[in-house]
């Protein structure tokens, strides 16, 4: 199974750190915030990632290289010309890359998985290359409480299932890191697209699985919470 770290927004809230320096290569805990999703990542075992980059974008290439330094292949879904295209919209784009050609054929390959983590959250969830994919569904999201800033939450979740619709004491925040079959995008424009329109439509077809993890989560959304977590990992 290959993973996705999704790194090509511009990072306005963290603005004037992000000016000059993408988000992904923020210091914290004296290395990038990336570069702890790479080691996590290579720990789990994966070896394949596949990263997408836009803002700054060639300044993540030129500090990650090929990623042979983590022990591990890196490859680049380029958003530059486009702009950042968004979750759903820089995952289209780089299926190719996290799934050969699953992206304009039917068949086997719409059932290949693949993980896919926001850039810029930190969590210690224990990432598996194996697929939690039940058969018949489409994702498998892991959810986390409610932080200050998201407090009703993004979806309900009760019995190992993700929906739309719930309670205000079963609706928990998307941690950002979900596992996707491939035919979850099928027929999908290659354009900008948010990912949640796309989860919602298959919780609709009762398709989405998900976990509750009650971990350490972090969005790492302004430099305030930057500062906090590069306290934390410093003190550890």
Same mark, same amino acid.
């Given at each position: 199974m290959k993973a996705m770290i999704l790194a090509a927004g511009h990072g306005t809230r963290m603005r004037p750190l992000t000016d000059h320096t993408p988000k992904p290569l923020l210091q914290v805990g004296g290395k990038p915030l990336i570069v702890w999703h790479i080691e996590k990542l290579k720990q789990?075992?994966?070896?394949?990632?596949?990263?997408?980059?836009?803002?700054?974008?060639?300044?993540?290439?030129?500090?990650?290289?090929?990623?042979?330094?983590?022990?591990?292949s890196i490859q680049y879904s380029d958003e530059q010309n486009e702009g950042a295209l968004e979750t759903a919209g820089g995952i289209i784009k780089?299926?190719?890359?996290?799934?050969?050609?699953?992206?304009e054929q039917s068949g086997d390959r719409q059932d290949e998985v693949f993980l896919v983590v926001n850039g810029d959250v930190w969590c210690d969830y224990p990432y598996t290359n194996q697929s939690p994919i039940k058969e018949g569904d489409l994702a498998h999201l892991?959810? +986390?409480?409610?932080?200050? /800033? #998201?407090?009703?939450?993004?979806?309900?979740?009760?019995?190992? @299932?993700?929906? +739309?619709?719930?309670?205000? /004491? #079963?609706?928990?925040?998307?941690?950002?890191?979900?596992?996707? @079959?491939?035919?979850?995008?099928?027929?999908?424009p290659k354009r900008k697209l948010a990912l949640a329109p796309i989860l919602r439509r298959a919780m609709y077809k009762q398709a989405v699985s998900g976990e509750l993890y009650q971990g350490d989560w972090r969005d790492i959304g302004t430099p305030e919470r930057l500062k906090q977590?590069?306290?934390?990992?410093?003190?550890?």
């Open positions: 789990a075992g994966f070896h394949d990632i596949v990263i997408n980059i836009a803002w700054l974008g060639e300044q993540i290439p030129e500090a990650l290289g090929d990623g042979s330094q983590f022990g591990v780089a299926l190719p890359l996290l799934c050969g050609a699953c992206a892991i959810l +986390v409480n409610n932080p200050e /800033h #998201n407090p009703k939450g993004d979806f309900a979740y009760y019995n190992n @299932r993700v929906d +739309v619709d719930g309670c205000s /004491h #079963n609706k928990f925040t998307f941690s950002g890191i979900g596992y996707y @079959r491939a035919a979850l995008f099928n027929e999908l977590l590069d306290g934390a990992l410093q003190n550890t």
